[in-house]
């Protein structure tokens, strides 16, 4: 196999541990939606060079002085920038980052700091979190960076910047602030996920002193009452009966497991990580492809998510983002293809549903004393009938009277991941997990360059097909990913049928230049219910000020089982009010017995942009109309209400 990555760089320890790999040199040139996607945020977020000189103010303010956390903005600005810059190659994008970082730079201080948090009050509350993200920002800067002097100065901060939580974070026998009791806020998960940057720093400085911290930090667990990477390894709990289940903060603490387990091949972190994520997939994964329904809190989603008593504030996009993520570094590690499956159902329907394309104001702080601009991102995604733009999570203002908050801010990361789940590499050949209009040029094991010219209009239509540009005829393996709905795939090589499996149809063979591969997928719309549970414990009522979740008593909303879905191949079918119905009025959907529903394509014009819209059939021959879920509900008021989970007679 290619030497994909370098020694000394972040991504290294994965030749050894993974299955896929991302290979960094591959190009893209995407037509339609994902293009759209991409100048749609750098339009509106990337290229701001005013956001950019405003998070770095608040590490010249310490402006967290209210123990906030807006000293997370920049880094996870910066790491969904550089993950979009890696595909749209924009050289203003790129001008603009290097700026940002070179300004990052001057803020350093003597001792190596850089917090929004003043040297008094200092870890606490979210200095550690937003710590982490100076880090992760500066580290995913390095991948893209043009200037081997500027890539030392950021290695040099980094190790500035560590060394001094080093120098106070650690054992307190040894006159150190415990890194659980750093913080005042989920008994230590937040500042624990500041290993996933202490082990990358690692693997770049090869430093003993970073490993040992990062092993100081996994021995503790991630909280001060309970070791959750213990619980994970052992497998016999969800994830929603932990003694801390705020979503978002352990999927990142697992992720830095992940790289932990990358450095040091030791078995058990492995196991602990899969079991973490498959379980978070079988009691919280819902059917947009986020997690949560109180607020942020993993709390056995998967069969409450029907419930209309679960409030609007659900489905954080901050989890939606930080999932994908995950899901991508599974897919990485281990090979299967459901981690693809569920990272697909993700970003067409939580993660674009969430996206600001008509860039409303959120209503509620209108008459507030601020300097109002629209964010691009929103941050909560309705399940039942509701609208989005209920408020910004992570609401912080700043001190020229701008606002941001945490969705905001991590929301390119989610898009920037998109192209590079699309094709990855093996030991053998490719990988292709996503079906994208446009070409992706890379290179075979060989050496030889490659292009993939898909064609297709997929999610809106079921036919892709996928043309091999080659320079030479070489013989290698192509991995397509046949999603878990598609129950009657058909695939051709030059028109010639080939028999398709579960997981991934496996094509090798001797491929030449302008050979084809014709997919077809089962698109038939096919009816969830909701699933019965009655009554239940759960770990998601919050006590602020004692940082302490207590237990609570759950029962299942008797509405929620006059409640269905209907999922079209990747896409949840909503209803919207723009479609000229009320969403809160039942309807009497006819189902067959198969459990789908012969959806036909609307006689009139769906009169907003969307994905997909199909006609759905009543069972007095009359048909009411249904869009994506990504595109449903966006003028943010009840004149666009949707629902995902759509209320039956």
């Not at 310490?62 to 190659?89: I, P």
């Not at 908050?405 to 990361?413: E, F, K, L, V």
Request: net charge negative.
């Amino acid at each position: 196999m290619r030497q994909l990555y370098k020694e000394n760089t972040a991504n290294y320890p994965r030749l050894k541990t993974d299955t896929f790999f991302t290979d960094f040199n591959t190009a893209y040139c995407f037509n339609g939606l994902i293009n759209e996607v991409n100048d749609f945020i750098e339009k509106h977020q990337l290229l701001n060079t005013d956001l950019w000189k405003r998070s770095i103010q608040q590490f010249i303010e310490n402006a967290d002085s209210d123990y906030g956390w807006r000293g997370e903005f920049w880094g996870k600005l910066m790491r969904g920038a550089c993950l979009t810059y890696s595909c749209t190659k924009n050289p203003r994008l790129y001008e603009i980052l290097e700026q940002s970082i070179r300004d990052m730079l001057e803020v350093q201080s003597l001792y190596g700091r850089i917090s929004s948090y003043e040297p008094c009050n200092e870890f606490t509350g979210w200095d550690l979190w937003c710590r982490k993200y100076v880090l992760l920002g500066m580290q995913y800067f390095l991948e893209i960076c043009e200037d081997n002097s500027l890539s030392q100065q950021i290695i040099d901060s980094m190790c500035k910047q560590l060394d001094d939580i080093i120098s106070k974070i650690g054992d307190e026998k040894d006159g150190k602030i415990p890194i659980t009791t750093a913080t005042r806020h989920w008994r230590g998960l937040n500042s624990s996920s500041i290993l996933e940057p202490v082990v990358r720093l690692y693997t770049i400085t090869q430093n003993q002193k970073y490993f040992d911290f990062a092993t100081y930090i996994v021995n503790c667990g991630g909280t001060d009452v309970e070791n959750l990477f213990e619980l994970a390894f052992e497998d016999k709990m969800y994830p929603y009966q932990y003694p801390v289940t705020k979503a978002y903060e352990l999927m990142s603490c697992f992720e830095g497991l992940l790289e932990y387990y990358r450095v040091t091949g030791i078995d058990k972190y492995k196991v602990a990580v899969i079991n973490f994520v498959n379980k978070v997939l079988e009691s919280d994964f819902t059917i947009i492809g986020s997690c949560g329904c109180t607020e942020e809190l993993l709390d056995h989603s998967t069969v409450r998510q029907a419930n209309t008593t679960n409030g609007m504030v659900q489905q954080e996009t901050c989890v939606t983002v930080t999932l994908m993520k995950l899901l991508y570094q599974l897919n990485l590690l281990t090979g299967d293809s459901k981690y693809a499956d569920a990272f697909e159902i993700s970003a067409y329907n939580a993660f674009l549903g969430a996206i600001n394309t008509n860039l409303i104001i959120n209503s509620y702080l209108k008459n507030r004393d601020l300097n109002l601009e629209p964010l691009t991102f929103d941050s909560y995604s309705p399940l039942t009938a509701g609208v989005r733009g209920c408020r910004v999570a992570g609401y912080k203002v700043m001190s020229d009277k701008h606002y941001y908050g945490c969705c905001a801010s991590i929301g390119a990361t989610g898009s920037g991941l998109i192209p590079k789940m699309a094709l990855l590499t093996s030991s053998e050949g490719f990988v292709m997990n996503l079906f994208l209009d446009g070409t992706i040029n890379s290179v075979t094991p060989r050496g030889n360059k490659i292009s993939f010219v898909t064609r297709t209009e997929y999610p809106s239509k079921e036919l892709v097909e996928i043309k091999i540009c080659l320079e030479q005829q070489e013989e290698f393996e192509i991995k397509i990913r046949n999603p878990f709905w598609s129950k009657k795939t058909k695939v051709k090589i030059n028109n010639k049928h080939v028999q398709p499996c579960e997981g991934y149809i496996s094509l090798t063979q001797q491929w030449e230049n302008g050979d084809t591969i014709q997919i077809e997928f089962d698109m038939r719309t096919q009816v969830i219910y909701p699933i019965p549970y009655g009554q239940q414990i759960l770990m998601n009522k919050v006590i602020w000020g004692k940082n302490y979740i207590v237990p609570t008593f759950d029962e299942e909303d008797p509405l929620a089982k006059k409640h269905i879905a209907l999922r079209r191949g990747p896409i949840i079918l909503a209803q919207d009010n723009r479609l000229g119905y009320d969403v809160d009025e039942p309807v009497d959907i006819d189902i067959n017995p198969d459990g789908y529903v012969d959806v036909s394509y609307p006689a009139k014009k769906v009169p907003f942009k969307h994905i997909v819209a199909v006609s759905v059939p009543l069972k007095d021959g009359t048909y009411f109309e249904v869009v994506d879920y990504g595109s449903s509900g966006k003028l943010w008021s009840d004149e666009s209400k949707i629902a995902a989970w759509i209320l039956i007679k």
